[in-house]
Nanobody, 124 residues
Framework: VQLQASGGGLVQAGGSLRLSCAVP????????MGWFRQAPGKEREFVAV????????AYADSAKERFTISRDNAKNTLYLQMNRLKPEDTAVYFC??????????????????WGQGTLVTVSS
């Protein structure tokens, strides 16, 4: 299953964007979900994760206090609200299914169903 993130765009520093990720219901109801990002010339990195119920979340240090991950289980949709954006947040953002939680949710190896990401560009 490939997921499709959406909602990216060009925004000035200090602005906000909300990313969305639509997920097939049979998958969404069974797994936690995560957001990752990949800046030009850099490796893909963890941004945030949310458990299946939506009651537990965790963030990369770079995202804490500015980003909020959430999920709408009725709409089978994952969100990432990004506030106070910085130029260093410029990246392609991906959603993924947390298929193998083994205690290291920062690791790409715990995720599957990577799809096409959405580009976020933050201008200074």
């Amino acid at each position: 299953v490939q997921l499709q993130a959406s909602g990216g765009g060009l925004v000035q520093a200090g602005g906000s964007l909300r990313l969305s990720c639509a997920v097939p219901g049979r998958i969404f109801s069974s797994y936690g979900m995560g957001w990752f990002r990949q800046a030009p010339g850099k490796e893909r990195e963890f941004v945030a994760v949310i458990d299946r119920s939506g009651s537990m979340t965790a963030y990369a240090d770079s995202a804490k206090e500015r980003f909020t991950i959430s999920r709408d289980n009725a709409k089978n949709t994952l969100y990432l609200q990004m506030n106070r954006l910085k130029p260093e947040d410029t990246a392609v953002y991906f959603c993924a299914v947390h298929v193998s939680p083994r205690g290291n949710f920062y690791s790409l190896t715990e995720y599957d169903s990577w799809g096409q990401g959405t580009l976020v560009t933050v201008s200074s």
